[in-house]
């Protein structure tokens, strides 16, 4: 725990709110993610199905639309205030990567569109919907967001969105000093070439994060993460992909980054989905260190020695030209 | 370890095979099996749902019939083989408990009927329906019975049953002897009286129990039991319990007696089921010597000092006098 | 989630630091805490042992120290800053419950003594020394504070502090107003009488609660809570500590409040401890409405319907009159 | 599930008794399989010393044996009775693999030695002396062999062999014919080319393997097991093997043949070694028909589609040519 960067968290971001995924293939998207993964729809409007996972606590955290192509529309983090969202506004502006206002969505109000220095679009708000239960959905303790629903993986709520970016180093500058996201972990190989960076707003080790993409193009996702309670149910959730025909791109395994216990998947539109449990894991020290991985680390593969799969370093979306659409 | 019951396992039944329960509620109690508990329907027939655990390899483990009363109708154990099953049938009329043959039922062939000493309608059978898994049960590995449905508390096989005696010698002295048991576990009180049996017929440590009927009733039911694979399920399934309202009676927590990790509820039609995990612990030494529960021991509660619940010493179906129905 | 409490978290505090717990029984309790419970001695200084959990990033979380009798001698939480620390002391001051800075102790620097309304002694500080692998602890993993040490229930992180009060309302005014903490749950009965109280400086729902003390006394421990990863780690420690005759006073069970897995022991010296897992819940929400439970609510018992055993509402350390000492 | 082989499972061998291996570096796999695997010693004698898990009934499931090579010496079954043990004798004399009566060894009493058709030195004994516990190994429930220790990854009971063949036919004849084993799976190539069987002696669906050697050795040992109670202990074992800097060849993972979560280690004397959890996955049909994997099935990788380490399929003990010794 060496590499000391300047500032730690802000506190104006509040967490990682929601990603709105395209995918060609909705309907069975869709099925994937309420009988697979057990999402619950919140709304259906135009091309988008809202979706939350039991104990989210907004209208939605997933905003899935049908599209020509895969990959990600946009994703959205909540301020932690009115005037914390005036505040990164202007720094945001400040940077010139500001798209402008918008009225907002289901779910939530005005919001602020800007881009990431390598292309993603993002927004920020603050006003939101705080998710109504019905009479099929009201937990039996109130201090849950609503009723565990007993299908299919049970995912929990959102937990982090994966970036693949050209270039690092200007998006870990842009979260770390536009967004005042702390920079919990990185790796940086011995050329001191930067290969990936993980974020942190809140005490979660990390909302965010953004690796190489080795394809070198830009503004593209990597995967969608959704939390479930325990490693136990990872695994659970692995034997449903089986059982579904989903296709398993790695694990269940340990990253030694930020020692997350992952499955991989592909959606049936083809982005990749993380399912994950970080368990007890929190950053709750003011003065964290961050902490940087090197290249010979790396080689040493995940926690428990599984080599990456190549495809892990290769696959993005959307994956495929445009000019193929 | 110390009280020796002569005899071992006979190898002549192979495994507990299936309850008929009785219910007065039987839309509700089939909603709760299979929504609530995950089990899948394999046929309906008259009065009655046949249902089984994902990996519950025979057409059906719990028959449940709507009728004015609630309660057990009869269970089953499937013999090791015809002649296994032959020899028991013997020894049975031998004893002056047998009913007769009669042709079977969905799902199995010619069964042999009889009376436990306390009144309770048994049968065995050898001739079987494997279950044949269709398009949407069909499991992705192929040395499993069906697929895991990702629903609800997702039971995997039929464990153990458990009666209530007026008197418990009868009972045992019929299960060892005439039956070929292995009383793996007991409880005996200071004054000599027998309060509990359990018995093994394989390599589980056990598939059947008696206990005291403190109502000094003949016959009755106190549960049936289905096995999940981890004591995290267990749990779980007390988390889908009370988002469905389902009465948790006790638990979930760990049985000093055999060290079941258990979760008992009333399902709606009033007969107390339980979910329960045995883990690794299996019975395999040939020469196990009966472990005698005392008094003393079973005043310290269960295993981890939880105190029994009352109404575990006076619950048991059917539970209202005939003349009431 | 209607009770809508003024303020939210300030971030002037970071986390719940460490406890002083005496002990009659120094000999006893430390073996209770390092074989039993996995923890690692840091230091032995006079009288006290320190103590932390495997992902304990400080010095120590527990300062056991030698005493005539049991009970907490003083709490602390970490500040988020110097400026932070500045801030609350001037307030507290305010308050007129100010007791004077003294120098630090072994593990951190000067720190600002103060009492609760309650009479506990507590304090804040914001240098401290981060924990030291050396060779037998160094982790394999650099992002975690020390190994895993595969030692008894392998406790990985303090977690929150439950104290007893003879009145919660200043308590908690106090704790929301002078401290800038989250009220995320509390317990108001139908004559409006407060009944605990549960408060968050960060995202985890609670690092510290105040409950009442049905004696009537002052500045009493409830408890002391370390985290675990799982469920399942929670059961392993139920078992060890069957095995190695630790009174287990209620558990493991499912709290309704806050949701806590919980394991409930007395430590040999007599003082409440509990071991918990809250797995993937956080309060991530910038706006969280107080959960508000009722008295109707409360007479539900724990969260699968267990009851409370009544010495958790009555038992409080130091549980002797010290005219008896 | 179609391929059915005549005669199911005799009942003559009860259970996989223990396994001698042996080891070029004694001090550090003891200290393996004491500190890191949680195993317990039981007698010390010459350059062996006896092993078990906590929940093992016999004296010793593991006699590590100091050697200039690594590999096996000799694994034993227990039969079911003295009438069993003398007619599988009496079997193998005529199959003419018989090695002869010796006086038993620490902890069993009379073993007949033979040699599997691929050399492996065996043994059947049925007279066996009782673990007995003492003071620290007492278990608190009476109905457990001793003391669940909290110490590393907690191993509960040897649960299966895996023995490497130059051919593996007449192996799995010798199982089934002489020993009366059932073949519960096998891998059997589209050239008809046999990979590996699994046999079973009792309602655990596998006691022994046997997989080819690809290097065309004779009388080679792929790996010993031993169980847990969950997949979660599992993970942990694999943590605390991370920690201990043992190297971990594979997993955890899931197989697709037996459905076992396992996990693959190398001791440091350079034996296999594997922990893994079974859950409740138990064979009571008694007219189980072999499941036959096909060459394509196998392609597929393990159950959630990881790739088989090339280590796997190549690596035994001893590993070493003799004369390098």
């Not at 995918?23 to 199905?49: C, I, N, R, W, Y």
């Not at 989210?56 to 599209?67: G, P, V």
Request: net charge negative; aromatic share 10%; glycine share 8%.
């Amino acid at each position: 725990m060496s590499h000391n960067i300047p500032g730690g968290r802000s506190h104006d971001l509040a967490h990682l709110a929601h990603v709105e995924m395209l995918t060609p293939k909705p309907e069975a998207s869709l099925h994937f993610f309420t009988e697979v993964m057990g999402m619950t729809v919140s709304e259906q409007s135009g091309d988008s199905v809202f979706l939350r996972g039991w104990d989210d606590y907004e209208h939605h955290t997933l905003k899935l639309t049908a599209a020509k192509t895969n990959g990600m529309h946009h994703f959205a983090f909540r301020a932690a205030s009115e005037h914390a969202l005036q505040r990164r506004v202007t720094m945001i502006e400040a940077r010139g990567l500001g798209v402008g206002w918008h009225d907002g969505d289901e779910g939530h109000g005005p919001a602020y569109r800007f881009h990431t220095p390598d292309g993603h679009l993002a927004e920020l708000y603050y006003q939101t919907r705080w998710y109504q239960a019905d009479e099929t959905t009201r937990p039996a303790l109130k201090n849950q967001a609503s009723r565990i629903p007993g299908r299919g993986a049970n995912l929990r709520r959102i937990d982090h969105l994966n970036l693949l970016a050209s270039r690092i180093p200007p998006v870990r500058e842009f979260f770390v000093d536009t967004l005042g996201a702390l920079l919990s972990e990185q790796i940086v190989f011995d050329d001191g070439t930067e290969k990936g960076a993980w974020f942190s707003v809140n005490n979660k080790s990390y909302d965010l994060a953004v690796t190489e993409d080795h394809a070198g193009k830009r503004g593209r996702l990597h995967h969608v993460t959704y939390a479930v309670d325990s490693r136990e149910e990872v695994l659970r959730a692995a034997d449903l992909c089986l059982e579904h025909g989903v296709h398993i791109e790695t694990g269940p395994h340990k990253h030694a980054v930020q020692q997350t216990f992952f499955l991989y998947v592909y959606e049936p539109g083809g982005n990749r989905f993380e399912v994950a449990n970080a368990g007890a894991r929190l950053i709750l020290a003011p003065d964290w260190q961050t902490v940087v991985w090197t290249e010979t680390e790396r080689r040493k593969g995940q926690a428990w020695g599984l080599q990456t799969t190549p495809s892990f370093h290769t696959h993005g979306t959307p994956d495929r030209p445009e000019e193929d659409l």
